[in-house]
C-alpha cells in the first residue's frame, strides 16, 4: 500500500521526459501539481487537469509526494535546499524523489536534509529516453532507505518496467553513472559502424537488421541507430545533458582512482559537437561528427 494515504503528487520539471512521466501518474487518478521554470512546457499537463505552482516551495505545501526531473545538479539543490525549495518548506511524512541524473554526494547531502524534517529523500534516476519515458518501459535506479522504495514502488510502476532498488542514498546515481559509462563508449562504435557501412557502399539499413540482433545489439543501436539514418536528431536527450552526466562519472572516477579512457574520449567528441551548435541535439547526433 502506498504511504502516504490521501496522496497528493508534485512534479517538477516537465521537459521531453518529465511530460510523459506525470501524465501516467495524472492518468491513474493522482491528484497533480506541477512546477516547471517555462510554464509552456506545462500546458498540456494543466489542460488534463493538473493545478499549476508558482514554486517549488507551493509545490512542497501542496503535495506529499513528490517527483523532480530537472537539468543539472545546480538545478536540483536550489530547488531542494534553497529558501524556496522543497526541504524547507516540506511536510513531515513526505517523500521527494529526485528523478534527475545528478551528483551521488548531493543525493547523500539531500536524504541527510531531509531526514531533519522527516521526509524520505530518494535518487531515481532512468534511463530510457523519450520512448521510454512515453511507453513506460524507463530503467528506474534506486537509492534510499528501502521501507521508503516499497512505499512508493506502486508510483514507480506508473513510469518505468525495470525498478531496481540499488542500496543507500547516492547509490540510484552511482547505478546511473554506470549506465551513462556504458553508452557513451556504446554509442562512439554505433556511429562508426554505420559511417564505415556507408563508406563501404553498403545499405545502412540492411546492415542495422543483420547487426542489431546479433553481438553488437543494443538499444542504442537499436533505437537511435534509424534515427540517424533519417536524420532525425530532435532529443531524447539532449547532448548539453550527457555532458553533465559524463563530467558528474568522471569526477566520481577520479575520486575512486579509477581510469576511465572511453568515457573520456566520449567526452571530448561531445565537447567538439556542443562547440559546433549541437548542444540542444539528442546524444545521437555523435553521428554528425564524422559529417562535419
Given at each position: 500500500?502506498?504511504?502516504?494515504?490521501?496522496?497528493?503528487?508534485?512534479?517538477?520539471?516537465t521537459?521531453?521526459?518529465?511530460?510523459?512521466?506525470?501524465?501516467?501518474?495524472?492518468?491513474?487518478?493522482?491528484?497533480?501539481?506541477?512546477?516547471?521554470r517555462?510554464?509552456?512546457?506545462?500546458?498540456e499537463?494543466?489542460?488534463?487537469?493538473?493545478?499549476?505552482?508558482?514554486?517549488?516551495?507551493?509545490?512542497?505545501?501542496?503535495?506529499?509526494?513528490?517527483?523532480?526531473?530537472?537539468?543539472?545538479?545546480?538545478?536540483?539543490?536550489?530547488?531542494?535546499?534553497?529558501?524556496?525549495?522543497?526541504?524547507?518548506?516540506?511536510?513531515?511524512?513526505?517523500?521527494?524523489?529526485?528523478?534527475?541524473?545528478?551528483?551521488p554526494?548531493?543525493?547523500?547531502?539531500?536524504?541527510?536534509?531531509?531526514?531533519?524534517?522527516?521526509i524520505?529523500?530518494?535518487?531515481?534516476?532512468?534511463?530510457?529516453?523519450?520512448?521510454?519515458?512515453?511507453?513506460?518501459?524507463?530503467?528506474?535506479?534506486?537509492?534510499?532507505?528501502?521501507?521508503a522504495?516499497?512505499?512508493?514502488?506502486?508510483?514507480?510502476?506508473?513510469?518505468?518496467?525495470?525498478?531496481?532498488?540499488?542500496?543507500k542514498?547516492?547509490?540510484?546515481?552511482?547505478?546511473?553513472?554506470?549506465?551513462?559509462?556504458?553508452?557513451?563508449?556504446?554509442?562512439?562504435?554505433v556511429?562508426?559502424?554505420i559511417?564505415?557501412?556507408?563508406?563501404?557502399?553498403?545499405?545502412?539499413?540492411?546492415?542495422?537488421?543483420?547487426?542489431?540482433?546479433?553481438?553488437?545489439?543494443?538499444?542504442?543501436?537499436?533505437?537511435?541507430?534509424p534515427?540517424m539514418?533519417?536524420?532525425?536528431?530532435e532529443?531524447?536527450?539532449?547532448?548539453?545533458h550527457f555532458?553533465?552526466?559524463?563530467?558528474?562519472?568522471l569526477?566520481?572516477?577520479?575520486?575512486?582512482?579509477?581510469?576511465?579512457?572511453?568515457?573520456?574520449?566520449?567526452?571530448?567528441?561531445?565537447?567538439?559537437?556542443?562547440?559546433?551548435g549541437?548542444?540542444?541535439?539528442?546524444?545521437h547526433?555523435?553521428?554528425?561528427?564524422?559529417?562535419?
Amino acid at each position: 500500500m502506498l504511504v502516504p494515504e490521501n496522496t497528493v503528487i508534485g512534479f517538477i520539471g516537465t521537459g521531453v521526459m518529465g511530460k510523459s512521466m506525470a501524465g501516467h501518474l495524472l492518468k491513474a487518478g493522482y491528484p497533480l501539481v506541477v512546477y516547471s521554470r517555462t510554464k509552456e512546457k506545462a500546458n498540456e499537463l494543466l489542460e488534463k487537469g493538473a493545478v499549476w505552482a508558482e514554486t517549488p516551495k507551493e509545490v512542497a505545501e501542496k503535495a506529499n509526494v513528490i517527483f523532480t526531473i530537472v537539468g543539472y545538479p545546480t538545478d536540483v539543490e536550489e530547488i531542494y535546499l534553497g529558501e524556496n525549495g522543497l526541504i524547507p518548506n516540506g511536510k513531515e511524512g513526505s517523500y521527494y524523489i529526485d528523478m534527475t541524473t545528478s551528483s551521488p554526494s548531493l543525493a547523500g547531502t539531500i536524504y541527510e536534509a531531509a531526514k531533519t524534517k522527516g521526509i524520505q529523500a530518494i535518487d531515481a534516476p532512468v534511463s530510457g529516453g523519450d520512448v521510454g519515458a512515453r511507453e513506460v518501459t524507463l530503467s528506474i535506479m534506486v537509492g534510499g532507505e528501502e521501507e521508503a522504495f516499497e512505499a512508493v514502488k506502486p508510483l514507480f510502476e506508473l513510469i518505468g518496467n525495470n525498478i531496481v532498488y540499488q542500496g543507500k542514498a547516492g547509490a540510484g546515481q552511482h547505478t546511473k553513472m554506470s549506465n551513462q559509462i556504458a553508452i557513451a563508449s556504446n554509442m562512439i562504435g554505433v556511429c562508426e559502424a554505420i559511417i564505415y557501412a556507408e563508406k563501404a557502399g553498403l545499405n545502412p539499413e540492411k546492415v542495422l537488421k543483420s547487426i542489431s540482433t546479433g553481438a553488437a545489439g543494443s538499444w542504442s543501436l537499436s533505437n537511435l541507430a534509424p534515427r540517424m539514418l533519417t536524420g532525425n536528431f530532435e532529443p531524447g536527450f539532449y547532448i548539453k545533458h550527457f555532458i553533465k552526466d559524463m563530467k558528474i562519472a568522471l569526477a566520481e572516477a577520479e575520486r575512486m582512482d579509477l581510469p576511465v579512457p572511453g568515457l573520456s574520449l566520449a567526452k571530448s567528441l561531445y565537447e567538439q559537437l556542443a562547440e559546433m551548435g549541437e548542444e540542444n541535439s539528442g546524444t545521437h547526433a555523435l553521428y554528425k561528427y564524422w559529417k562535419f
